[in-house]
């Protein structure tokens, strides 16, 4: 295999059908479960594909192809869409199998894997390494770009219709969900799920945090944060909070559970709080409703 293709460039090899590139296309999402947390079968949700079409997809993006998983229902007409971010995992289960949660609902969801070019932190055991091999060489202008490639994906298909769009993203897709609501007003909703707030670190690829892009939101969103999140002290939210009100913005909202910790919805991790979890799905989809992201 070309290094070409290893890296998400279209490789000159004329004979490469695009059969086959869907195939490797294919072969290059995660299966399964990051290596750094095994799941806990007593509290892991696997959602089936009864009633829905899901399965992994390739979408074009302004540097070559970038694997992806959608999932909708297989009947019915335009869908309202719902863009995935994932975890600073990665594209693994858990954010498949949240992608065909929200398909049950009726949405076209579609989740990108938005380190693609950087490497695959689902084979790492360390966190440190994740951040230094990985995550902190991926530029927010190459996410933005990717998310709105993955919006042209699910337009293409006939199935989607992108003017009721919404976005929600777990940890790392929770900065990254309030950054797209200001890359993209034509978002209807966000639901930003644990996300850091300020930044812990300036750097050059990750020029501004949510703190510093209230100013600048337009679109509606929810955060849905932990009170024993240890790496968002409540400070931070209160940073946001007052960020948001003093931009004159009373649509956002943010949601603080007492007792929960960094990443309560991942009912494959030992965080996982069942209460939290449920009442912020409830929560999501009653501001999606609100919205029009339905």
Request: a neutral charge.
């Amino acid at each position: 295999m070309t290094e070409s293709v290893l890296r998400g460039v279209p490789p000159s090899d004329s004979n490469l059908s695009e059969t086959n590139l869907r195939d490797i296309m294919t072969a290059w999402l995660p299966q399964g479960f990051a290596k750094i947390v095994q799941p806990i079968a007593s509290t892991t949700i696997a959602t089936d594909t009864q009633g829905l079409v899901a399965g992994e997809v390739k979408i074009q993006t302004m540097t070559g192809p970038v694997p992806a998983y959608r999932a909708m229902p297989e009947k019915g007409g335009k869908l309202p869409v719902v863009l995935v971010v994932q975890e600073i995992f990665g594209v693994h289960e858990h954010i498949k199998d949240v992608c065909r949660r929200l398909a049950k609902l009726g949405y076209f969801a579609i989740t990108a894997e938005l380190y693609f070019r950087q490497g695959d932190v689902t084979k790492f055991t360390d966190n440190q390494e994740i951040f230094a091999k990985v995550v902190n060489h991926v530029p927010d202008s190459q996410v933005m770009s990717d998310l709105d490639a993955a919006i042209v994906y699910a337009e293409s298909t006939g199935k989607a219709d992108t003017s009721r769009l919404g976005v929600t993203g777990f940890c790392w897709g929770g900065r990254i969900t309030w950054t797209y609501c200001v890359h993209n007003p034509k978002v209807k909703a966000g639901v930003a799920w644990y996300g850091r707030l300020v930044a812990p670190a300036r750097a050059a690829l990750q020029p501004a945090y949510p703190v510093d892009l209230a100013p600048h939101l337009k679109v509606p969103v929810l955060g849905l944060y932990g009170g024993q999140d240890a790496s968002i002290p409540p400070d931070h939210v209160e940073q946001m909070r007052a960020a948001l009100n003093g931009a004159g913005n009373t649509v956002s909202e943010i949601v603080v559970y007492p007792e929960a910790p960094h990443a309560f919805y991942a009912d494959y991790r030992p965080s996982f709080r069942k209460e939290a979890a449920e009442d912020g799905w409830k929560r999501m989809q009653a501001w999606f409703r609100k919205y029009g992201v339905a």
